[in-house]
């Protein structure tokens, strides 16, 4: 097992650490092929009735996937003229979207603890978990508009479950939610104080537990509740109204300039606006076209459809380019091409789109 991983098992419960805090718990190729292992296995062990998974230190759960890894993969192939970055970012993709559908198909109570920052890849791991807890100090958001990707690691799943059409919103401008946001959106179902953790997990190992799964999930559902509050009101609550008109856009370009007039009378979509602006015009397009596609998806086809999405955009120009700025050179000024969305073609998008298998060879043709 990678050192990037740690586990603990006690009277019934398989608590799983990533353990990786300098890097706020991100997600390296290694964590994900050992999280596959580890959640197999404890899913067909009879001593195990529930897992906790966690991440180390106290800022992050999980912060996002290892993009350097996949943005060097792509430098490397167009240096060297080979087909090595399609082939890496496959490999990555494919072994973590399994995971989350794993998690999202678990045959056993999973309860992620979703303290600090939630991000990205972490909340692959985390919005398919039956058992999702927030704190006063989780900060969720799927930012990937501002790096040339898409919300995926099933976004496209939870993202168009939420009410309101709040998930074309964060997914367009990567908006940072809290807690109470965050259950709002029924993102996450429980709610308690950063300090419980240690008692939760004391309580979950004092429990008789069942040979009956669904018993077992009413057990955990009873503990967490002993220590469940009530978050302070989200502040989407006043704005769900607006947003939920902005669903009759017909494109990204309109509701890009919804929410242009929308901010110019409230500061509060001042953020999103200028995260939307400053992102991949591209992307911008693919993520409303994606969203837009799955609406009616299967989970399966979910994931399908977002690993050949997110290979696509491996093989595009913007994805290297956002993880050059904002992770490696950090000058924070990316220079997309097309750079607006005017620019950025139907023609264009529709490459993004364009199938790289077909049902027969898919990666994840069996999930």
């Not at 706020?24 to 009735?49: A, C, H, R």
């Not at 969720?140 to 919103?169: C, H, Q, R």
């Not at 997110?310 to 700025?325: I, K, L, M, S, T």
Request: proline residues 4%; contains cysteine; negative net charge.
């Amino acid at each position: 097992m990678t050192q990037e991983l740690s586990t603990q098992i006690k009277n019934g419960v398989g608590v799983l650490t990533l353990d990786a805090p300098r890097s706020l718990n991100s997600l390296t190729l290694s964590m994900v092929e050992g999280l596959w292992d580890i959640l197999n296995q404890w899913q067909n062990d009879p001593q195990i009735s529930c897992v906790f998974l966690q991440g180390s230190g106290e800022k992050a759960f999980c912060a996002g996937g290892d993009v350097r890894r996949l943005y060097n993969a792509i430098i490397d192939d167009r240096n060297n003229g080979s087909n090595l970055a399609t082939e890496a970012c496959t490999d990555f993709f494919t072994k973590e979207y399994k995971v989350d559908h794993l998690i999202h198909r678990f045959k056993k109570p999973i309860i992620v603890w979703g303290d600090g920052v939630v991000m990205g890849g972490g909340i692959g791991l985390f919005a398919g978990a039956s058992d999702r807890i927030v704190t006063e100090k989780s900060k969720l958001a799927m930012p990937e508009v501002t790096i040339g990707l898409f919300p995926d690691v099933g976004g496209s799943w939870f993202l168009n479950k939420m009410p309101e059409g709040w998930g074309y919103y964060l997914a367009l401008t990567g908006a940072r939610l809290n807690g109470a946001d965050a259950i709002y959106l029924s993102l996450a179902n429980h709610y308690v104080p950063s300090t419980a953790k240690e008692d939760i997990l004391t309580s979950l190992q004092k429990i008789n537990w069942s040979g009956n799964t669904a018993q077992n999930r009413e057990l955990v559902k009873n503990t967490l509740a002993g220590f469940s509050t009530s978050p302070p009101t989200s502040d989407l609550h006043k704005f769900g109204s607006t947003v939920k008109q902005w669903r009759n856009a017909t494109s990204a370009t309109e509701y890009r300039d919804l929410v242009t007039k929308a901010a110019l009378n409230e500061e509060w979509f001042a953020g999103g606006l200028k995260t939307m602006n400053a992102g991949s015009p591209s992307s911008v397009k693919v993520i409303f076209e994606q969203l837009r596609r799955t609406a009616n998806y299967t989970l399966e086809e979910v994931f399908q459809s977002e690993l050949n999405l997110a290979v696509q955009c491996c093989r595009h120009p913007d994805f290297a380019e956002g993880v050059r700025a904002l992770l490696v050179d950090k000058d924070q000024n990316p220079k997309w091409n097309p750079s607006t969305l005017d620019e950025a073609s139907n023609e264009w998008i529709e490459g993004y789109f364009k199938p790289l298998w077909n049902k027969d060879n898919h990666p994840l043709k069996d999930l």
